[in-house]
């Protein structure tokens, strides 16, 4: 189906793009917030030009050689920085769709919203806006850059240095099947080279690749029992190859075998965004780090723990980068 008109889907009462998490029940034990980062940049006086003008920041990556990849919704959508956030410069060549995904009003989702229709809609042209498509930027162990263009519903690898390389799903077609997306939202890489697509505000579905980009399968459905979904918008893997999903409209994290097999959840834990899997195999949830058995161990501070990240990264010495819609990317380091 060619997407080139407004596409109308209704939020089940109560629905928001971005809400709040759960009550953070973990005290800030080993991070400290860096307050101006990344570094402002000079006006042609000399003098600092004040905070960076990010419009809506929705991922944060760390290339593997040590460098930021910011992901934000204005002009040059990807941006590198240094650790210590002097800037590099725009990265990658590819150009990201300016529709945008966003929900139906509550009123219309009274009205006309099915058990199986999806709670977003994109909206494209006129009504759209600059990069909105750019959903998360992430890096596989290889040091490739993939990013998540919600409305073309496409993913892309770059190389390390942003070349193009290859592409999951079929720019500006929806579908449900093997070679294509619907509104796409993140990837992650399990350790025996798989790619794990979490197919969200479209459909409600988590797809497995090759590491050559081949179909393996897919699970999920809409729904809120249990290995079902609302959103299902991050996703990240252990060293083990279990598979975590953020079900962001049904407050939890679910968590699934290798093949897709549910296992259990993680209940109460919010309407959380961003989970970013550790060296040491524990996750960030939204502000919160827990242990994979699903218990709290620290909270980041100020903004950080209010769990509204919408993507992030771990750097290797253990500092924190998030990503907010409020347009501000955030550094926390570790002490």
């Not at 725009?90 to 219309?108: L, R, W, Y």
């Not at 060293?239 to 296992?263: C, H, W």
């Not at 309407?271 to 709290?296: E, F, P």
């Amino acid at each position: 189906m060619r997407i080139s008109h407004l596409i109308l889907f209704c939020v089940l009462p109560g629905l928001a793009l971005a809400q709040p998490a759960a009550k953070l029940d973990a005290p800030v034990i080993h991070y400290q917030h860096v307050a101006a980062w990344p570094t402002p940049l000079k006006g042609d006086k000399g003098f600092p030009a004040g905070p960076w003008n990010f419009i809506q920041v929705t991922s944060v990556a760390v290339k593997k050689d040590g460098n930021i990849l910011v992901m934000h919704r204005g002009n040059d959508p990807i941006l590198e920085f240094k650790p210590d956030g002097t800037v590099v410069g725009a990265f990658g060549d590819v150009k990201f769709n300016n529709g945008k995904v966003m929900p139906m009003a509550k009123d219309v989702a009274a009205k006309n919203r099915t058990p199986q229709m999806s709670g977003y809609q994109a909206v494209y042209g006129l009504a759209g806006c600059s990069n909105c498509g750019a959903h998360e930027v992430r890096v596989d162990p290889d040091g490739n850059v993939w990013v998540v263009d919600a409305p073309s519903h496409l993913i892309t690898k770059m190389s390390p240095q942003g070349k193009t390389l290859m592409t999951l799903g079929t720019r500006d077609n929806s579908g449900q099947n093997q070679t294509s997306f619907y509104l796409p939202t993140d990837i992650a890489f399990a350790p025996n080279g798989e790619l794990i697509v979490a197919d969200g505000y479209g459909n409600a579905r988590i797809v497995r690749f090759s590491k050559e980009g081949k179909y393996l399968g897919a699970f999920g459905m809409r729904g809120n029992g249990a290995g079902q979904f609302q959103l299902p918008h991050n996703v990240a893997v252990d060293a083990k190859g279990l598979i975590y999903v953020s079900d962001r409209e049904n407050q939890r994290i679910e968590i699934f075998d290798p093949s897709g097999k549910f296992l259990r959840q993680w209940e109460n834990v919010g309407a959380l965004s961003s989970l970013i899997m550790t060296k040491d195999q524990h996750i960030w949830a939204g502000g919160m780090l827990r242990d994979l058995n699903g218990k709290a161990i620290e909270t980041l501070p100020g903004e950080g723990a209010n769990g509204r990240a919408h993507g992030g990264a771990v750097a290797a010495n253990g500092d924190v980068y998030i990503g907010l819609l409020t347009g501000t990317v955030e550094k926390f380091v570790r002490q």
